[in-house]
């Protein structure tokens, strides 16, 4: 018997260096270096210089600790962003930034000298400053370094910084337009307040966690009222505050809720009846039987269920065991109804107004609309120094704030009850048996007191830390003054309205924020930021406007930074017009937003990035910043130009693990970016942001990396592919024209345009989720399950001169160009493997642009067939299956085909892979071995070879050719 001859020598099979396995951890690292060698990003510009420009202006990320997952993500978008802009031929540079100043960083360096044992208050201001850029510096340098290994393109070596000098001035020049132009004012105000940082926080810097506080109910004696017959009942408040109750000076009932007064005359308190609960001489609850308590009527039984609770745990106290109070109900109901209103005029005295002094004035009680029945007793004691409402309410009464509690959140001093002690927010100063509860309740003030109400509550997101709400004087910008026009919140929702928001659900997250927005306080009184440079005359309390003072101070910050505000230098700064004497010297700093929300006007407009311009096109964050840096830079820029200074504003959700919980180093469920891509490689990792729908909370896991892993060899196979099967090609000798091509190749010249098409609209809609899986569905679906399985056969065996090899491999060079142009802002380092795999010489791929698809690739009519033609495909496919499962064929290139009469027109064998197609009279498939002999070289049964392993007409030529 003789051996079957082997043909594999005459097969033109795909070839190529381009390995399969990435190993992108090892070889990105050098891409990024020969990019920089390259000097890539300054090639860019000069490649786009003059093309319509697009300004994505970067929110500074906070120079505190290594990179997180959070901005890798960050990072990788708006790299996406300026690198499909470019893709479209436009000038889209990428300028990085850092926000420098605040208290993180000053923590931390307080945290390095406490242990120490070093006190932070002698150590001269500029030596601690130093110390702060010391460090903010280093984690600029670290982050800088991270970013670029995700292969972000910008102007790494020319980042902004917050503290750079020349920021530092622009950001003095920002805040003294205000000045100048009336947009500040100093007031008392209630403002978020962190007793551990001794500083006001802006409302960004806050989150809310659940806590367990102290509740208590209070009771003020009626004094004058009238209502005759409620002075000497009580009226009282419930509140979770205890602290507050020492700085107490009023109470606020509902104008239009109703009031009762209960008389307390259960069996177990009837005046004049045995004593049944052997209450004896105990002074709390012989005292509960004396007095009557003005509530509100729809509050009585969760007032009642909380004395109740009291009374008993005193009965328990008083006999030693537990007292069962069985046929004795401790309140009953009765007396008269008040509406709010009529309370005007009422007065009570403080619980503690034996201390004299302040605790001895007077406590009106005061019409409040906040004043709600949903808990409580439908009353509130006023505190004007910690709350807004009260605040409010107390001032449009002539109450003024006493400022008792201190910048540590203890009492004053020479406080009247408590002085010197605190801190405030210590649940054991607010507990039950705590110095405020018990003196309340010697003085036979307290009705109620749990530890039990749980709530939501403010704290720091910087130290963790509850925060109060404290008056102190600060700086402040108006949201609704108005003098010469527009108010500053009118401007700002005008400017939101004509803002573009992906999504749009972000134009009234930020709009409802903008429109209930207290007065922007500006002030905190820490050393490590941007001094609000003004002096206040000690006179009058008004600032110095002076523009001649304003251009020294900002010439000298611009010059030498921060520590050029030195009171040292204060009559430089004054000049002949003025006497140091007679001015205080503000000592306070800028809120930081204030810096990042300045920093469009140092990046964009001070031309030290000349290929940049006002406004930005783009703002790009997580979704908090709606209320952080879009409305700081929006508030900012609105003040001084009258509109934002973005058209558009991008936001991005959070990303979770893999089971939907957020990441915090605690649960120990945090993913470092820099891990993931010591073990995957960048491009995975912007594979996965760019998949994800970055627009809401999403995931990230180790079953989901493997999924993208397993995406990206996908297309990796599609490049590999492409390379092999255009190994030699040469346009020029092999090149055919779109009309002289078979109908398949003109189908997926149409499919190209759609594409195109799409990726696009989704560019234009900053939709990435959908460039890249839709980029991926073809690649997958229209090459690699279609397009290439069926030309495998014309490619390896067809003659490298046939008409049909050649247009199809001209087509293969057409997709390679668009491809490798589409999937390089999404992996930019196997773009670049990819690009240089085919052109060694080419320079880089990411300096090319998009082509524009001739118009007449667009073939809908003849689309519309090969859809039918697909379909049918599948159901072939699947007809096929059941046959190959049980090993009836081994391929399906040993199946017959019978298709349905109606069928589309064309070579359907060549299409389904399959022996012979014949049509039949019936709707269904049918699927049977074929009896046709095997080609030896292309291994399709054909009924012209005579025997296994005999040619087919077309490869005896095409070996005879290649002997040849």
């Not at 000069?46 to 994505?56: D, Q």
């Not at 009942?233 to 505050?241: E, G, K, L, R, S």
Request: charged residues 25%; negative net charge.
């Amino acid at each position: 018997m003789t051996e079957a001859p082997d043909y594999r020598s005459t097969v033109f099979l795909p070839k190529t260096d381009f390995p399969m396995k990435a190993g992108l951890p090892q070889k990105e690292p050098g891409i990024l270096a020969r990019w920089q060698d390259e000097g890539l990003y300054s090639q860019l510009r000069k490649a786009r210089a003059g093309a319509e420009k697009f300004i994505l202006h970067d929110g500074p990320p906070y120079a505190n600790g290594d990179m997180h997952i959070g901005h890798a993500l960050n990072h990788i978008l708006k790299d996406m962003v300026c690198r499909t802009q470019t893709l479209l031929g436009k000038d889209a540079p990428y300028v990085p930034g850092w926000d420098c100043h605040g208290l993180p960083i000053e923590w931390k360096i307080e945290e390095e000298y406490r242990k120490k044992k070093k006190n932070k208050d002698e150590v001269p201001p500029k030596e601690f400053r130093a110390e702060c850029r010391a460090y903010a510096q280093k984690w600029v340098d670290v982050q800088r370094e991270q970013l670029k290994r995700l292969g972000i393109q910008g102007d790494w070596d020319n980042p902004y910084l917050t503290m750079d000098p020349q920021a530092e001035g622009t950001i003095v020049a920002e805040l003294l337009k205000f000045a100048e132009s009336g947009q500040l004012y100093r007031g008392a105000k209630p403002v978020m307040w962190s007793p551990v940082e001794k500083t006001a926080l802006a409302e960004a810097e806050i989150e809310y966690e659940d806590i367990v506080s102290t509740q208590i109910d209070v009771a003020f004696e009626i004094v004058e009222s009238p209502i005759a017959e409620l002075v000497g009942a009580h009226a009282v408040i419930w509140t979770t505050t205890p602290w507050t109750i020492p700085v107490n000076q009023a109470l606020a009932y509902g104008p239009e809720v109703e009031y009762v007064l209960v008389d307390i005359r259960g069996k177990g308190f009837e005046i004049g009846r045995p004593d049944p609960l052997g209450i004896g001489d105990d002074g709390f609850l012989s005292s509960l039987r004396d007095r009557k308590f003005l509530i509100a009527s729809d509050l009585q039984g969760q007032f009642f269920n909380r004395v109740s609770s009291l009374v008993r745990q005193r009965l328990q106290e008083v006999h030693g065991q537990a007292v069962d109070l069985t046929g004795y109900p401790i309140f009953e109901t009765a007396g008269a109804r008040y509406k709010g209103s009529d309370l005007a005029g009422t007065i009570c005295r403080h619980p503690m107004h034996a201390l004299g002094g302040f605790f001895a004035k007077p406590r009106p009680m005061l019409p409040g609309d906040f004043v709600t029945t949903d808990s409580g007793t439908g009353l509130v004691h006023m505190a004007p120094d910690h709350g807004e409402d009260d605040f409010a309410l107390c001032k449009a009464h002539g109450i003024e704030p006493v400022f008792a509690v201190q910048g540590d959140g203890k009492y004053r001093e020479d406080w009247g009850w408590l002085g010197g002690q605190g801190s405030v927010i210590n649940p054991k100063f607010n507990a039950p048996d705590g110095p405020i509860c018990e003196d309340l309740r010697a003085a036979g003030g307290l009705l109620a007191a749990s530890a039990d109400y749980k709530h939501s509550y403010p704290h720091s997101w910087r130290s963790k830390a509850k925060v109060i709400y404290r008056c102190t004087p600060q700086w402040f910008v108006p949201m609704d003054r108005g003098e010469a026009g527009e108010t500053l919140r009118e401007k700002a929702v005008a400017a939101i309205a004509a803002t573009r928001f992906v999504p749009e659900k972000g134009r009234n997250r930020i709009g409802a924020m903008v429109e209930g927005r207290p007065d922007w306080v500006l002030s905190r009184q820490r050393a490590w930021g941007v001094p609000i440079t003004l002096f206040v005359d000690r006179k009058t309390g008004q600032y110095l406007n002076d523009p001649a003072v304003n251009a020294r101070i900002v010439a000298a910050v611009r010059a030498e930074g921060v520590d050029a505000w030195d009171a040292e230098r204060a009559q430089e700064y004054l000049g002949p017009d003025y006497r140091v004497e007679d001015y205080e010297q503000v000592t306070d700093i800028l809120d930081v937003w204030f810096d990042s929300g300045s920093t469009h006007a140092f990046v964009l407009e001070s031309g030290r990035w000349p290929d940049l311009q006002w406004p930005a096109d783009l703002y790009l964050e997580g979704s908090d910043q709606h209320r952080g840096w879009f409305q700081s830079s929006l508030l900012e820029s609105c003040s001084t130009r009258g509109r934002a200074p973005y058209n558009a504003v991008l936001t991005h959700g959070f990303t979770m693990d893999a089971k939907g919980m957020k990441m915090s180093k605690s649960l120990g469920n945090t993913i470092s970016p820099i891990d993931l891509m010591k073990e995957y490689g960048a491009d995975i990792l912007r594979l996965w942001a760019l998949s994800v729908d970055f627009t809401e909370d999403h995931r990230i896991g180790k079953e989901i990396l493997a999924g993208v892993a397993d995406q990206y060899r996908k297309l990796r196979n599609t490049f590999r592919y492409l390379l092999g099967a255009l190994d030699g090609f040469d346009h020029g000798a092999e090149g055919v024209e779109a009309a002289d091509m078979p109908e398949l190749e003109r189908y997926m010249l149409h499919r190209l345009v759609e594409l195109d098409g799409a990726l696009r609209q989704a560019i234009n809609d900053f939709d990435f989720n959908t460039y890249t899986r839709v980029l991926i569905d073809f690649c997958n679906e229209d090459l690699s399950a279609f397009f290439f399985d069926i030309r495998k056969d014309c490619l390896y065996c067809d003659a490298p001169t046939d008409p049909k090899r050649r247009a199809y491999r001209t087509v293969l060079d057409v997709l390679f160009h668009a491809l490798v142009r589409y999937a390089a802002p999404v992996l930019v380092f196997t773009s670049e493997e990819v690009w240089t795999s085919r052109f060694p010489d080419g320079g880089s791929v990411h300096l090319e642009a998009l082509r524009e698809l001739p118009a007449e690739w667009r073939d809908a009519a003849l689309a519309e067939r090969f859809e039918g033609l697909r379909a049918l495909r599948n159901t072939v496919t699947e007809a096929i299956e059941p046959l190959r499962r049980d090993k009836v064929i081994g391929s399906s290139l040993q199946a017959e085909v019978v298709v349905p009469a109606g069928a589309a027109e064309g070579d359907l064998a060549e299409l389904f892979i399959t022996a012979q197609v014949t049509r039949g009279q019936g709707d269904a498939v049918e699927i049977v071995p074929t009896a046709h002999h095997k080609c030896g070289r292309c291994w399709r049964h054909l009924p012209e070879v005579t025997e296994d392993g005999a040619l087919c007409a077309r490869c005896d030529e095409v070996v005879a050719g290649v002997d040849a």
